[in-house]
């Protein structure tokens, strides 16, 4: 949550300390789930019993239950009709409106980022720069897990661009829910490779600051990443060389204890 304080406050402050935000067990509790969740070690469908999850990461059940019911709230867990909460399974749907909304919202990112002063936009395309590098490492060396993530990173990157903290955190939802939807479709994680080059060409649209150029590409990418993800199975195992796979645990994996700070 945004710490921002007004002026007033802050003139109010000057002449002693400002109180430090100290993370809460609850914020690093619902971190570690959503981590687990991008990396799969936590399956769409997976169950979540309360005592067990409270039990691996060494608290107590109180934060626990917030955290995940704060997940539950962000669409990242359900509650099932057994009793207890689980990872979210995506549809077909869900893939239709979380890549329609990722349209929406990273093409307004564009639009921002280029409406920012020169010295900004260059700290921000050396980010984006960073991970489009990242990118095209992972796909020299075949690594689909490194490919996925420097992709979610690059995004995660945009997602700051515009200067707005309700769009940056829409878009990191948006992201985790994405990678659900990969997990939900796909017997194993797996990712293109024209992801790499796609990203290239909206980096350098960006860069020239071309908007409608990149609008155009990135909702051109959102749209056939709905198409990759909704392809009938015989298809999707005809385009073999156009992927990269990499293997995703089936069942839910223990999640290692929290190093809670003094103080959490």
């Not at 990418?221 to 993800?229: I, K, M, S, T």
């Amino acid at each position: 949550m945004s710490d921002r304080r007004s002026g007033s406050l802050r003139s109010r402050q000057v002449g002693r300390l400002a109180p430090v935000r100290r993370t809460s067990t609850v914020d690093l509790i619902a971190d570690t789930i959503r981590t687990a969740i991008v990396d799969g070690a936590l399956p769409p469908g997976a169950p979540l019993g309360e005592a067990e999850i409270a039990y691996q990461l060494g608290v107590s059940r109180g934060p626990l239950r917030e955290a995940m019911q704060r997940l539950c709230a962000e669409g990242l867990l359900v509650i099932p009709r057994r009793r207890g909460m689980a990872v979210r399974t995506m549809t077909a749907e869900d893939v239709h409106d979380i890549h329609w909304l990722r349209a929406r919202i990273e093409t307004e990112l564009g639009r921002r980022f280029l409406d920012r002063p020169g010295e900004e936009r260059k700290a921000i395309l050396k980010d984006l720069s960073t991970e489009l590098k990242r990118m095209q490492k992972a796909l020299k060396a075949d690594d689909a897990r490194g490919l996925g993530d420097a992709y979610l990173d690059f995004h995660r990157v945009l997602g700051a661009a515009g200067s707005s903290t309700r769009m940056e955190r829409m878009v990191r939802t948006l992201l985790i829910e994405t990678r659900l939807c990969t997990f939900s479709m796909y017997e194993h994680f797996e990712i293109h490779r024209d992801l790499a080059e796609e990203h290239a060409a909206v980096f350098e649209a960006l860069h020239e600051g071309r908007g409608d150029r990149f609008a155009e590409l990135m909702e051109a990418h959102l749209r056939q990443e709905v198409g990759r993800l909704l392809a009938e199975p015989e298809a999707a195992r005809e385009d073999v060389t156009g992927r990269l796979l990499a293997e995703t645990p089936d069942e839910p994996q223990p999640l290692d204890r929290l190093d809670l700070p003094e103080g959490a």
